[in-house]
């Protein structure tokens, strides 16, 4: 086991244009896990508000009967907030507004697999 | 759910942290186990009981890190099944608070923790000056210092 399991998610993701962050975050703790962040920038907050809002997401889906939240998107006027969902983890990626939102879904998706595999021996 | 509070100026920023945290229970108290605010109780003697043993499991984990680490624990979680607890100390310009949260799966400990820090500040900012040195947290007037403060926070005063 590494000292950082989801380092080669969190790089990749963090070397698409305009993305400022990239974390995992426990979804019932709101805790980070892990991440790739810029200086100044402040983890323990985004990672409690994102997997907050993940999670009221992701209870809000099934109570609606739409099924499990594949992606979630929040747009501001200082940026983007986009996460997934695997297990109980999500992946959270920052960015700025004028990021791609179809490639950082694209790689999301791409990485869920991973991140399963990996927080599965993580918590296992 | 209502809260009361001891001291006005508490009020506000704890409050803000209810409303933000989602948070069920909350009790502010001096490291003695004085009540000074609590949301979500309803009856005195569970304030009381919250308190003593609030109070209690602070001193003994502030001294555990003490003696582990040379200085003292300032949080402590515990996670039930339904529910998680949160305690911790807040410094202030009056000194040091003991806080209690309970919590439920509305909330997280990221959020609690989040917003803990803004209630730290909040009450920093808040605070009143002193106006003469506390006394001793033990005194011989304590238990009539705990009902005269348990009797406002119920409505008995």
């Known amino acids: ?124 | 759910m209502q809260m009361t509070v001891v001291e006005a100026w508490i009020e506000g920023p704890l409050k803000r942290f209810v409303d933000d945290a989602g948070a069920e229970l909350a009790l502010l108290l001096h490291p003695s186990g004085q009540v000074l605010a609590q949301h979500g109780f309803a009856r005195e003697v569970d304030v009381m009981t919250a308190c003593a043993l609030a109070a209690g499991i602070q001193a003994s984990s502030a001294e555990l890190g003490r003696q582990l680490d040379g200085r003292p624990f300032r949080g402590l979680h515990h996670s039930g099944r339904t529910r998680q607890i949160f305690l911790a100390e807040a410094q202030s310009p009056r000194g040091a608070f003991v806080f209690l949260t309970v919590f439920g799966p509305e909330s997280s400990l990221g959020l609690v923790r989040l917003y803990f820090e803004e209630l730290v500040k909040g009450l920093a900012a808040a605070a009143p000056p002193l106006e003469a040195t506390a006394g001793p947290a033990l005194a011989e007037h304590f238990e009539r210092d705990l009902n005269r403060n348990l009797a406002v926070l119920f409505g008995r005063a």
């Open chain 1, 1 to 124: 086991m590494t000292a950082r399991p989801f380092a080669s998610i969190l790089d990749g993701l963090t070397r698409q244009r305009w993305v400022t962050a990239a974390l995992v975050v426990s979804e019932r703790d709101g805790i980070v896990v892990e991440s790739n962040l810029r200086i100044g920038q402040s983890g323990d907050r985004m990672a409690a508000l994102a997997a907050s809002l993940y999670r009221k997401a992701r209870l809000s889906a099934k109570a609606a009967g739409l099924g499990a939240v594949s992606f979630m998107q929040l747009e501001a006027p200082g940026g983007r907030i986009c996460a997934v969902g695997g297990g109980d983890l999500v992946l959270v990626v920052v960015a700025e507004p004028a990021v791609n939102v179809g490639l950082v879904r694209v790689e999301l998706l791409r990485a869920v697999g991973e991140l399963l595999a990996i927080g599965g021996d993580v918590v296992g």
